[in-house]
């Protein structure tokens, strides 16, 4: 996506190229702590597309100090698409250097000499392999559901600055009515993509995933 909230991926340009050179535990146990903290920032993509909307909505049912309220809409999506090229970037680098990190899994699991560990050490890294590249994937998808979404809020913010005015509020109103519809299947994207990125950082961590909460027993 060109884009999402500061969602996130920048941890794995930076964990995931950490463990490259390692072969020990807790390279590896640094990295799932990475990827679990960069689902935290992915999830804040939803916080912001929800700020932005209030803004806009506040504009479009509550019209009154337009200048002040378009100000807010204004720096609200100014600061969701700067998380968007910030992301960008970052997932630039996560591809970029993945592969490399998996070519050093590659290597070090030549060195094994017991062919069952061998097999065994191999067929796990095509496990996390398929859970890395099913991230990119789900990243796609992401992107190709907001770009459309960040583009009307652009618009939006364009008309605006143009015509600040009553007549020029009511002229929005329909896109901002769409804008509002569609950020729901952009927010479950966004999603999906934090729970891949937890998934696979639980994966590659040391640690024990935490148990799952009691059942709650019947009132």
């Not at 999402?4 to 146990?29: E, M, R, W």
């Not at 890294?125 to 979404?149: D, G, R």
């Not at 950020?183 to 799952?212: H, N, T, Y």
Request: charged letters at 25%; a positive charge; glycine letters at 6%.
């Amino acid at each position: 996506m060109k884009a999402l909230p500061q969602l996130a991926v920048l941890a794995v340009a930076t964990v995931l190229i950490a463990g490259c050179k390692s072969d020990t535990y807790q390279k590896g146990s640094a990295t799932g702590a990475g990827l679990q903290a960069a689902a935290d920032r992915i999830n804040q993509g939803s916080a912001k597309i929800d700020a932005t909307l209030v803004t806009l909505n506040d504009l479009i049912k509550n019209p009154g100090d337009l200048v002040a309220q378009f100000k807010k809409y204004s720096s609200s999506v100014n600061d969701l698409e700067s998380a968007a090229k910030d992301v960008q970037s970052k997932v630039a680098a996560m591809r970029s250097k993945g592969d490399d990190y998996f070519k050093a899994w590659d290597a070090q699991t030549a060195q094994i000499h017991n062919e069952d560990i061998k097999t065994r050490n191999a067929a796990r890294k095509e496990a996390v392999l398929k859970q890395f590249t099913q991230i990119k994937m789900s990243y796609t998808e992401a992107s190709e559901a907001f770009k459309p979404f960040m583009s009307d809020l652009k618009d939006i913010q364009t008309a605006l600055a143009t015509d600040l005015t009553p007549g020029g509020v009511s002229a929005i109103k329909g896109v901002a009515d769409k804008a509002n519809k569609d950020a729901e299947p952009v927010k479950a994207s966004i999603a999906k993509l934090a729970g891949q990125f937890k998934d696979l950082g639980v994966a590659m961590s040391a640690a024990a995933p935490p148990p799952p909460p009691p059942a709650q027993a019947p009132k």
